[in-house]
């Protein structure tokens, strides 16, 4: 994988599928959620997965789901990882990661330094751990809110396990988030909508250029 790693997130159509391979993306996500306006169908996916595999690591996101569900996305879109972004415990995240045998993230959201305190309990058993903003109130969605948090509070971080920082990313504050964070890994999704929703292929494009053309630690 490449020195930072640019997860996008909420991918449903093939065309948008398409630009974020072609923008270099690394990890692309598929959201199995009905509340939120970017969930895909199973059927959905198996297509969208299909054109990345290979190409880019698949992450099947879900929310508090049920091992039935689990157990089909696992079957039928064969993800290389499951991002949960409910309030999965660390025991739950341990139990897919053996039953499934697949990479798990394990978003945690958060607002203030205190709020990282949750990520030593799953940097146990999690391979990533994703740093969201919480929802705001009202929000009938966990995640792709498109609002932000101080970035710095992920400066200097010290956890066991890779991270990630999420949250209101978009094509002009990318590489600010970057520089101020220091971290190797990003996520986004409403930052590259034209509606809420409705990814952008341009939009796309300028956001995976803006992120790499920032200033990574270390380099
Ligand atoms: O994106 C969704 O609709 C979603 C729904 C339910 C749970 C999580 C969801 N998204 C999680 C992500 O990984 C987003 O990329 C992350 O929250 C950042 O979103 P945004 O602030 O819109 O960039």
Redesign the pocket.
């Known amino acids: 994988m490449a020195d930072l790693i640019i997860k996008i997130?909420?991918l449903s159509t093939e065309e948008t599928m398409q630009a974020a391979l072609d923008a270099g993306a690394d990890m692309i996500?598929l959201?199995f959620?009905p509340k939120?306006?970017?969930h895909v169908s199973l059927s959905q996916a198996c297509k969208l997965a299909d054109m990345a595999r290979g190409k880019a690591e698949i992450v099947a996101?879900t929310?508090d789901m049920n091992l039935d569900g689990l157990s089909r996305i696992n079957e039928l879109v064969a993800p290389d990882w499951f991002?949960f972004?409910g309030s999965e415990t660390p025991e739950a995240c341990a139990a897919a990661k053996v039953m499934y045998k697949k990479k798990v993230m394990k978003?945690v959201p958060i607002s203030e330094a205190a709020d990282l305190e949750q990520a030593q309990f799953y940097s146990i058993v999690a391979d990533m751990i994703?740093f969201?903003?919480k929802p705001p109130q009202g929000s009938d969605?966990?995640?792709?809110?498109?609002?932000s948090y101080d970035w710095s509070l992920l400066k200097d971080l010290d956890l066991s396990k890779p991270f990630m920082l999420?949250?209101?990313?978009d094509p002009s504050n990318v590489a600010d988030a970057i520089a101020q964070s220091g971290v190797k890994a990003i996520?986004?999704?409403?930052?590259m909508e034209r509606e809420r929703g409705v990814k952008d292929v341009e939009l796309i494009r300028a956001f995976v250029a803006a992120a790499r053309g920032a200033k990574v630690a270390g380099e």
């Open positions: 997130c909420g996500g959201v959620f939120s306006p970017r996101l929310v991002q972004h978003a994703l969201d903003a969605v966990p995640g792709g809110n498109g609002v999420s949250g209101g990313l996520d986004a999704s409403s930052g």
